[in-house]
């Protein structure tokens, strides 16, 4: 039996192992101890440490054990939900997370991760209740308030997003994620009192990479509201200098990848069960190619649900039929057959969006890649490809902010060989599956809406929809890069807005125009 104050010293060191990332250690040794004592926070320690590596499933196993000796734990009921919305079974992780807060009304970890939950699920009213019920609890607090920006401009309400935003530069003058969305919401003047806060936070302030990177896009943006192409170019290329050096993105990774695409055995894919209920669409392309005006446009329609920009897709096919990192085709040998098996997690996953019969909406651009396994999965599925001037959906990409979620953007080059990685694949699936997919021409979307709508509704085999043409008044969130442009209605502003940054695109032009 281990004392109160040997073990109290003993978390203290795992706890500074945890916080050092140093997870494997802090498990090993917690479970250790736990053979001498069984104690609550040894289990806590060991569950985030499985989180932090990504194993959830080992997470919960831990925190289930624990659960056994006290079932109303609130911190135990926490880990297991987080796990759970980890691994994307929504229902679980909310049914974990309230009789957490059963137990613990106040727990802010709690109601942070069911507004997270709510937020992750577009229930974007739901999850700001949890958030403000935080902040009732501690108003001083940054993340809730920045949960609650993203939330509000999710919805259009763009005015409560930028109160949000302002309430916490007041809070922490550092927090500089806050004034690059506060500068995607701003039409920005030459005497904005925000560019002297830009520039001064970037001149005087200790800030770390991350910091500045936000900046710098702000101060793009100020630039390029006030015309100043020059400078608005120079600043969004120094703040995707940061991200492209923390990112470490290799382009060679994608064509290793694409390439694996091309070369697959598609025939093999034949499921003992492919009948689906469920109509789908598909809206896919290069990034900032005008998807989410397409899905706005159909999800105005009274029979479709926009279901956004979802990661299933891909998570699932990776899973279950592609294996990129072991150069193998069938992730999973003991699969009987995984394309149904991929096909019910996908299903299940979307349901928690929308269980009705309407017509759902996958906007997610890089599902181009899946183009050949999506044919199998869903044979009656409706693909719709978005394009767009090449150099337009090139600048688009590099002055918006990336962080992770798509490396390439932040650079030219990068950009430029991944769209040619596109085209060419585009060209593949056409020849592999003619006339199964659909391309929209942006420019022509915005020059003759009504024509190009009822073609596009005449695809999906979807009768005309008045309110298709009006779908900036739509009230679905959009989560997307597109948040504001697409609540407008149609403008050709976009059209050749690369133009004005020609002086500053010119070598990637010809870049794209060799071959």
């Known amino acids: 039996m281990i004392s109160d104050t040997e073990l109290q010293k003993k978390v203290e060191i795992l706890t500074n192992r945890l916080k050092a990332g140093l997870f494997q250690e802090v498990i090993n040794e917690s479970k250790l101890l736990l053979k001498k004592r069984k104690h609550q926070v040894l289990f806590n320690l060991i569950s985030l440490s499985y989180q932090s590596l990504g194993e959830y499933h080992k997470s919960i196993e831990i925190m289930e054990t624990a ?51 709510k937020s992750f699920l577009n229930l974007n009213k739901e999850a700001i209740l949890y958030f403000k019920k935080i902040l009732e609890i501690n108003e001083k607090l940054i993340e809730p308030y920045y949960n609650l920006a993203i939330n509000y401009s999710a919805l259009g309400e763009f005015n409560k997003s930028l109160e949000c935003l302002d309430k916490i530069l007041n809070l922490n003058p550092k927090f500089t994620q806050a004034d690059r969305l506060l500068s995607e919401m701003t ?42 192409y020059k400078e608005s170019f120079t600043n969004y290329s120094e703040g995707n200098k940061i991200i492209k050096k923390l990112s470490n993105y290799k382009i060679d990774r994608d064509k290793d990848e694409f390439t694996k695409i091309k070369s697959y055995n598609y025939n093999s894919l034949k499921s003992s069960n492919n009948s689906i209920s469920r109509k789908l669409i598909f809206i896919i392309g290069m990034p900032r190619s005008g998807t989410s005006l397409v899905e706005q446009i159909l ?61 759902f909406t996958d906007k997610t651009p890089l599902n181009f890649r899946f183009i050949g396994v999506i044919k199998y999965l869903f044979p009656n599925a409706k693909i719709i490809n978005c394009t767009r001037d090449p150099l337009d959906i090139m600048w688009s990409n590099f002055k918006n902010y990336f962080l992770n979620s798509l490396p390439f953007t932040n650079d030219l080059e990068d950009i430029g060989n991944f769209y040619k990685l596109y085209k060419d694949l585009m060209i593949f699936w056409r020849r592999k599956f003619p006339n199964y997919i659909y391309d929209i021409e942006y420019s022509n979307l ?48 976009a059209i050749k807005s690369s133009d004005r940054y020609k002086d500053y695109l010119k070598d990637i032009k010809i870049f794209l125009e060799s071959n």
């Open 299 to 359: 999800s105005s329609h009274k029979d479709v649900f926009g279901g956004g920009e979802l990661p299933f897709l891909e998570k699932e096919i990776k899973k279950k039929i592609f294996n990129f990192q072991n150069n193998q085709d069938l992730k999973d040998d003991n699969l009987q057959d995984p394309i149904l098996d991929c096909k019910n997690a996908y299903l299940e996953k979307i349901s928690n969006y929308n269980s009705s019969n309407k017509v």
């Open 187 to 228: 039409k920005y003047t030459e005497d904005h009192p925000h560019y002297k806060d830009l520039k001064s936070k970037l001149k005087n302030m200790e800030l770390d990479e991350i910091q500045k990177s936000n900046l710098y896009f702000a101060i793009g943006k100020y630039f390029e509201d006030t015309k100043n």
């Open 446 to 493: 915005v020059e003759n809406p009504k024509l190009e709508i009822k073609k596009l509704l005449n695809f999906c085999e979807l009768n005309w929809d008045e309110k298709c043409l009006n779908h900036h008044k739509n009230e679905r969130a959009i989560k997307t890069a597109s948040s504001t442009q697409a609540r407008k209605p149609i403008y050709k502003t």
């Open 67 to 117: 659960l056994k000796a006290n079932s109303r734990n609130p911190h135990f009921l926490n880990n297991i939900g987080l796990s759970h919305f980890k691994l994307n079974n929504f229902k679980k992780a909310e049914d974990y997370l309230k009789r957490g807060l059963d137990e613990a009304p106040k727990y802010v970890s709690i109601l942070n991760n069911l507004g997270s939950l």
